[in-house]
């Protein structure tokens, strides 16, 4: 993500809106304040609440749970194209997730701040 900010056409007004709702319904069951979805040619695909807590996985990150849930609903092993909008900056083993689904841009909170998902 080195290059720079997102093209806006590639995320809709509403992404980071979302991520914020998956936020909420993470902290109305008891979980991390976090929330990610994933978008694709301008629609979201994927969405993903924390779920630490909820399952007990340290790995059930909204990131990963965007991600797993996007390939679900679309029936693919990779997600080239996509987009990742969270409410905060995704860690390590999320930017590696993202990078081994396909999704090679990432932006977070409500600025969209690019995320660098290089290694």
């Given at each position: ?6 093209p806006?056409q590639a995320?809709p ?12 319904r ?42 797993g ?30 990078r ?20």
């Amino acid at each position: 993500m080195g290059s720079g900010r997102v093209p806006a056409q590639a995320v809709p007004d509403h992404a980071y809106a979302a991520a914020v709702a998956q936020r909420a319904r993470a902290e109305s069951w008891g979980d991390q304040p976090y929330g990610a979805v994933v978008v694709l040619d301008g629609a979201v695909v994927g969405l993903g609440p924390s779920r630490v807590v909820q399952r007990r996985d340290p790995d059930a990150h909204a990131e990963r749970e965007a991600i797993g849930d996007a390939l679900r609903r679309l029936g693919r092993a990779d997600l080239a194209g996509a987009v990742l909008v969270g409410t905060s900056p995704p860690c390590s083993r999320c930017r590696e997730a993202a990078r081994r689904a396909g999704i090679r841009r990432a932006l977070w909170g409500e600025r969209l701040e690019p995320v660098d998902l290089d290694p």
